[in-house]
């Protein structure tokens, strides 16, 4: 940088010095300082739960800075009073971003760390183990490493705006959107899955989330460290480096894209509308086919299916209205609408008609397993407790052509669920069922899958049958 770049940055810090001297007073009395009374008033007992309490209450401060400090770092680029002003400054596009971009993210984080360092050097005094203090500093710097990756994605889709309003509903969308796919996501995997526990995809929709959303790389890091139940001590569990890697890169990806847009966004284009693809056009596509995912219109009788669409278009029109400033109808509009209707509810359609793919249909492989447990329960009401006697266990090395033939029947079991999940809506039920039938596989205590059927009369007559050739 060169002087002028160097004193610009400096002014910066100068323009918001009181600003930050009550950001770092707040910091102060938040961690240290409560540390402090604490060792002074109990001897330090629960200055762990505190530390970590206060760690929590900062990784949500800097979810919130990382959302909202981009819209007022670069508001000068979206309003026509400042952007002349600020693009005559004697310094290039590239120094002007990188001080911009950087100011903040010292701003916010420095003050945290001094006052941790304090906090930090209390804790050590008093637990006399460099241990503690050193992995929490790391973990703390993890989350600062988040926190810019953040700060770097929502800066990205800032600076694709052209108006102040934009960033605001952009960066609010960005922020919510993944949560709102997870549970379409969630919602349309609960509906096309046989819910037995047969079929595991419950880890798809946290997949989904983790992967659409950086913010939950806070989480992560929220949950890394824990304090042991009734004792003033740590816990630390294992950090998801893959996933940390994935948002390092998108955050990468997001300074690079945001330093582009940049150098080569026009003055002329502030308080205009914000048209850009990422922007409204992509962001109100993948909300109306989350909803289209949890609407599903197969297995419907044809007025909920017509209030259904209706609904989603009157959605799809009033957030086209928003981006266009305008609740003007147009063939593009409809077009968009028909489309991803089509295109959604035909998937929906080969999901259910193709039993989730075939998956509906798999069978846990019982040769992982050292041991499966089948638990029976009866209906009185329906006469069934006597059907099957007590709870059998198999062991699976010790298996033979009996055991074989009761798991190959498990398989005829799950094909009958499936076929049933598909005729029925999405609901998993048996007709004048009165035995629920719960399989255990266990590894040991800490490696159990559960799964579990609805059996009618003849289902569990003929399981009884098998059964019993196992106990001869």
Known sequence: MNKVTTNYFKNLFLRKKKLLIL?????????????FTNLLTTNGVGDVQITVFIFNVC???LGIFAIVLPIFTFKFSLTKRHVDTYYAIPINRDHLFKTHFIAPILGVCVPILINYLIGGLLLLVNHHSSDVYFNLLLILLMAFAVFVIIYSINTFFVLKCNNVLDACIISAAVTILPIFVFLAVNIFLSTQTVNNGMVSVSNIPDLVLKLLSPMNGLVGVSSIVR?????????????????????????CGAVAGAYFIFKNKKGESAEQLTTDFVTYPLLSNIALASLILCFNLMGNDLTVNILIVVSLFVIFFIVKGIARRSMRLTPMMVAEFVILMVLFNGFNFISRNTEFFGINRQVIDY????????????????????ILDKDVQVLVKNMDENDKELF???????????????MNNGYYYVNDSCVTLDIVYSNGSN???MVYFYLDKEDAASLNTLINQIKE
């Not at 950001?23 to 540390?35: K, L, S, W």
């Open 23 to 35: 950001y770092f007073f707040v910091c102060f009395m938040a961690y240290p300082f409560v540390m």
């Open 227 to 251: 304090v042991l139940p009734f004792e003033n001590k740590f816990l630390y569990s294992e950090v998801d480096w893959i996933m940390m890697g994935y948002y390092l890169v998108l955050g």
């Open 59 to 61: 990784l949500f401060v």
């Open 367 to 386: 040769s992982k397993y050292r041991a499966v447990t089948f638990e029976f329960y009866g209906d009185e009401a329906n006469g069934c407790t006597e």
């Open 408 to 422: 190959d029947y498990i398989e005829v079991l799950q094909n009958k669920a499936s076929l049933n999940h598909k």
């Open 447 to 449: 490696d159990n899958r």
